[in-house]
């Protein structure tokens, strides 16, 4: 029980340190407004293009807002030293990043649903499978977050991750299919699409709101679970071996 105590005090303390400024909420509210204004002017097909664009938008919305606060955020605190007085607490180090990533997790899930009401006032949106949607824009999140952790574990200092998180997102907005097919791409990018993560949440995303997708969605959901637990103990071992050995 002492556990989960701990889990939710870290996870509080996250959300009131970072997650709930002023800046952050805006940040979170505006980010995928303006990518939702600009996939929708730029797409120039009406009302009918909403459904098109959406699952890439809403999947953008949480790989920029779930990396982007996750690696500035950690890394933030291993330069300050605040990261160090967690360590020593008397938890297990794979609860205190689930601690650590929780916050990200639920900022990139409720992120994914402004784009989505926006949505719903211009298009119906009552064909949307919702039960392929969730937990695609749940696992989307996840491993996002554990992306995030990677990254931040690998660097010292705040702009080198972002600059080091550019280079995972920007290509998977062009190689994991969110607006563009990946039949389409030449054949040599193709095996780097499937190698990406996100291609098998916007995969579920496309099926969920256009009906269209390239996998069954339980194959979807294994490998995106098994990037997530793959992300996650890659982020524990460089952990304990940069930060604590």
């Known amino acids: 029980m002492k556990l989960w105590i701990a889990f939710w005090n870290i996870l509080l303390k996250d959300f009131r340190t970072y997650y709930l400024k002023p800046p952050n909420i805006s940040w979170g509210i505006i980010f995928p407004l303006a990518w939702t204004g600009m996939f929708f002017i730029k797409s120039k097909s009406g009302l009918e293009s909403i459904s098109t664009v959406l699952p890439g938008v809403v999947a953008l919305s949480i790989l920029f807002g779930t990396t982007s606060l996750l690696s500035v955020t950690v890394t933030f605190e291993k330069k300050n030293r605040s990261f160090e007085r967690l360590l020593l607490a008397p938890i297990p180090l794979e609860l205190l990043m689930l601690a650590k990533t929780s916050g990200a997790i639920l ?125 996650f103990m890659i982020s524990l071992r460089n952990i304990k071996r940069r930060w604590i050995a």
């Open 107 to 231: 900022f990139g899930f409720v992120n994914a649903f402004v784009p989505v009401i926006l949505a719903a006032f211009l298009v119906d949106l009552s064909r949307v499978a919702w039960s392929v949607f969730i937990p695609a824009v749940f696992l989307i999140a996840v491993v996002s977050t554990f992306m995030g952790l990677f990254i931040a574990v690998a660097v010292s200092e705040v702009f080198e991750a972002q600059t080091f998180s550019n280079f995972f997102r920007f290509p998977m907005i062009f190689l994991c299919g969110l607006f563009y097919p990946i039949d389409a791409l030449p054949v040599f990018l193709q095996p780097l699409s499937y190698a990406l993560p996100l291609t098998y949440g916007a995969d579920m995303l496309h099926g969920a709101v256009q009906g269209g997708h390239m996998m069954p969605f339980f194959v979807d959901i294994a490998i995106l679970g098994a990037f997530c637990v793959g992300l």
